[in-house]
């Protein structure tokens, strides 16, 4: 029997295997630590980064390990990370709101925060929403940190659930009067913008006069940095809308803009032939004078 | 010690040895032990059909040449499964550093922001690899004939770009050039669709003289579906424009829906029935059965001289072409004119027959261990080198301005000369085309008449119409959702980033985008309130 048959026979590990093996798991160790001084130090800016780019698992991770927290913002953190795997059941909704509505208590940033999720939370995080709640919230986030960003944002939201889903006020007139009041309030651009936009799109769809949706598409192509294919479509719309009712100029330098700045588009030839109808029509008109 | 229990002791020792290596490697080493070059990429595709994968191959051999530390390896996996393989891999953290992925692909509306990372910074700046060329200094993105039109439209998160294309394509009426010839006495294209007419007349005569079974047009489900909708939808144009109430110049499928719930529009008007008229000719052109044909009937109805034509996107051509054994040529369909005896009067004008967005898109893994690597041979391959490459290899269109266009897929561009105004077709988006399959034969059957078609269109479509308009619905909201944590987590960033722009830019661009998919959602629901009577009995 040779000695490594009595080493296999009686257990034991040849010295040099046993060395072999400590110095692969220290390597194995050594790698790990490297690896793990290649990440920075664990920071809430981290947390929020990963939220922002829809990777709630890492985020928590990274949340879990940090020390010396807020309490108030680490909660908070805790509570958007558990939104963000909508959509939420009825258990989880029941477990979050009364935590939002904790911390919306508070007369700091974490508690704007907090009341405008709370608000959300009823208007559309749950499958029947309440509209009257969440109405209530979002004034009430607006009374308390007037002209907060999180307050403007939710005059947006509410003057969206005016326009399309309450179904009062029947007369369409008086339900803009309303999202025209909150519209005054909201005096960051973007905000201001994307609120235009939606009371153009919305008078079309209550089937406003079209002078009463121009001036909306007009402010919201003012205002800029609308984003995707939008911009393009506001462009064509004022153009065509502006044609049917008779603003043959300001047709005329939509279109042509849009010509001019927009090199690729399906609808480009459609624009083609409109600003032909148009050109036709202004030399009409100067003719008829 | 003996011999033999030295040689057991040298052997452990090897062994030991070979562990040791072994766990170095896989601690510190992810390339495999063969591979010369430092760093390896991966790009998946579903393309896998003729062409496209020597196309990829031929810009990724000269890209090696270019960078020699660098391999890219092409990974084609079958679009039957490619969903399912995308969800696994990148679950798994497993996935390639860049994959195809379309916005159209059902169930995977989640995955882009989770995975993907965008390129928009990256676009900005200019290709490196288009130095020396007319594309020089010109940023990435606008070397692209359509500037990603497809992005502006469906992107992941408005604003942002995530995808670099390869091609672009459209619809072409393939011909057996030979074929045409011996039946007509000449091959080259008739201009309108009474030219098609001739054609069809001529071809019955042919066969019956002949004896030879030979019918005009290939067909099989997915062929007549396609030049079934390329007519009607060309026919319809006129009467859509009617329907456009918003002033788009167009409509958005979530927009005909509406209006057909909302009964602007049924398949009864005379200007939809038109289309039935041409739909019904069409028909009497393919061989008995063909709804229950797949493709590839069609093109071995084709192949074997059974067929004259065959109507297909132009990502079939390379492979048509290669099969053939004899000339294929690919017309633009001729359509209707204004004069047209059996449709003129419902005619807009000519419409258009090719997509001026491009497609093809791929998207770079956001946990990409080579990011710059990965992005640079984007770059490359959508480079006028590259792409010119991509296109004479793989015979598919280019994405690339000044890439020369090989004079054989020419006719595949079609130029800005027709008008496109979606709307009523025979299907209308989500589960509509099943409506139109199952009563196709009351129009084309024995007993069959467009009354009775467009009359059970009418029966059925409301439900139809209404599931796929809150399916639009269900979309629109759960996009929003999950956008609520991250327009607070920006919230976080920017109360200890004061001022920082490019924070403040991403939150804007997100509250606008969830805007615009909120408002959306709140009025087609609304619409779904308001006609939730319709279609009941």
């Known amino acids: 029997m040779s000695s490594g048959e009595k080493n296999l026979q009686s257990g034991e590990v040849p010295r040099i295997l046993k060395f072999l093996t400590s110095a692969a798991l220290c390597l194995g160790w050594v790698s790990q630590t490297q690896a793990e001084d290649h990440n920075s130090e664990p920071s809430l800016d981290q947390v929020w980064t990963y939220a922002t780019t829809s990777q709630p698992i890492e985020a928590r991770n990274i949340l879990d390990d940090l020390e010396g927290l807020d309490p108030r913002v680490e909660t908070l953190a805790h509570t958007v990370l558990d939104m963000s795997r909508a959509p939420l059941s009825e258990t989880q909704w029941a477990d979050i709101e009364p935590v939002l509505a904790e911390l919306a208590q508070g007369d700091d940033e974490v508690a704007a925060r907090a009341l405008y999720l709370q608000a959300r939370m009823y208007q559309i995080q749950q499958l029947k929403p309440d509209y009257v709640r969440s109405t209530e919230l979002y004034l009430e986030l607006n009374q308390r940190w007037p002209g907060s960003h999180w307050s403007q944002l939710g005059l947006v939201k509410l003057g969206l659930v005016k326009l399309y889903a309450l179904p009062e006020p029947l007369d369409v007139e008086e339900r803009f009067t309303e999202v025209d009041a909150l519209l005054a309030q909201i005096t960051e651009p973007t905000l201001r913008r994307d609120l235009h936009l939606q009371m153009a799109w919305a008078g079309l769809f209550h089937q406003r006069q079209l002078d009463d949706v121009l001036p909306h598409l007009i402010a919201a192509d003012k205002i800029g940095g609308m984003m995707g294919i939008t911009p393009e479509d506001v462009m064509i719309q004022i153009g065509e809308l502006s044609f049917r009712a008779g603003h043959l100029e300001q047709s005329k330098q939509y279109f042509e803009r849009f010509l001019r700045e927009v090199p690729s588009n399906n609808k480009r030839y459609n624009v083609r032939m409109r600003l032909k109808e148009v050109d036709d029509a202004l030399a009409e008109q100067e003719g008829a004078k | ?537």
Not at chain 2, 51 to 80: C, F, H, S
Not at chain 2, 337 to 359: I, R
Not at chain 2, 365 to 375: D, G, I, L
């Open chain 2, 1 to 537: 010690m003996k011999k033999g229990g030295q040689k057991k002791q040298w052997g452990l020792l090897l062994f030991a040895l070979a562990y040791l290596f072994a766990c170095y490697w896989v601690f510190t080493k992810s390339t495999p032990l063969t591979n010369d070059r430092e760093i390896t990429i991966r790009i998946a595709h579903w393309q896998i059909e003729l062409g496209p994968p020597d196309g990829i191959q031929a810009a990724i051999d000269r890209y090696e040449e270019l960078n020699p530390n660098v391999r890219v390896k092409q990974v084609m996996v079958p679009g039957t499964v490619y969903r399912q393989w995308m969800r696994a891999n990148f679950a798994g953290n497993s996935a390639p550093d860049i994959v195809e992925y379309g916005a159209w692909l059902d169930g995977l509306a989640d995955l882009p922001v989770r995975y993907f990372d965008p390129l928009t910074e990256d676009l900005m700046q200019p290709n490196p690899y288009n130095k020396g060329t007319e594309l020089e200094g010109m940023p990435w993105l606008k070397t692209f004939t359509d500037e990603l039109m497809e992005q502006r439209l469906n992107s992941p998160e408005p604003g942002q770009y995530y995808a670099a294309t390869l091609t672009r394509g459209s619809l072409r009426l393939f011909v057996n050039r030979d074929l045409l010839k011996e039946i007509t006495g000449s091959s080259e294209r008739v201009e309108d669709f009474e030219g098609m007419r001739r054609i069809f007349k001529q071809t019955a005569a042919y066969s019956q003289r002949e004896g030879r079974k030979i019918l005009p047009l290939g067909g099989s489900k997915d062929n007549a579906i396609w030049i079934m909708s390329f007519y009607a939808g060309g026919v319809t144009n006129k009467y859509n424009r009617t329907l456009d109430d918003y002033g788009f110049l167009g409509m958005y499928p979530w927009q005909t829906q509406w209006k057909y719930l909302n009964q602007e529009w049924d398949y009864q008007t005379p200007g939809i029935m038109a289309a039935f008229k041409i739909l019904d000719e069409l028909d009497k052109q393919m061989p008995l059965g063909y709804m229950s044909f797949l493709r590839d009937e069609a093109v071995r109805q084709f192949m074997r001289g059974e067929a004259l034509f065959i109507f297909a996107g132009t990502w079939e051509a390379t492979s048509l072409r290669r099969l053939a054994e004899f000339p294929v040529d690919a017309w633009r369909c001729p359509q209707p004119t204004t004069s047209d005896p059996v449709v003129g009067e419902h005619m807009l004008g000519h419409y258009a027959d090719g997509n001026v967005s491009t497609s093809f898109g791929l998207y770079l893994n956001k946990r990409s261990p080579h990011r710059e690597v990965a992005v640079d041979f984007l770059r490359f391959i959508t480079s006028k080198e590259g792409n010119q490459l991509f296109t004479d290899k793989s015979g598919w269109l280019p994405s690339i301005k000044e890439v020369s266009v090989a004079p054989e897929i020419a006719s595949f561009i079609s130029p800005e000369d027709g008008y496109t105004y979606p709307g009523s077709n025979i299907s209308v988006g989500g589960g509509t085309r099943s409506v139109f399959q199952k009563n196709l034969h009351l129009m084309t059957g024995p007993e069959g008449s467009i009354d009775n078609f467009a009359a059970a269109m009418d029966r059925d479509m409301p439900k139809a119409v209404r599931s796929s308009l809150a399916v639009y619905e269900r979309s629109a909201r759960w996009a929003v959702l999950p956008q609520d944590s991250r327009v607070i987590a920006y919230g976080g960033l920017l109360e200890n980033n004061p001022g920082d722009a490019a924070l403040l830019l991403g939150q804007q661009r997100l509250e606008a985008a969830q805007n615009l998919s909120e408002a959306r959602a709140l009025m087609i629901a609304r619409q779904l309130e308001l006609t939730a009577d319709f279609g009941k009995n």
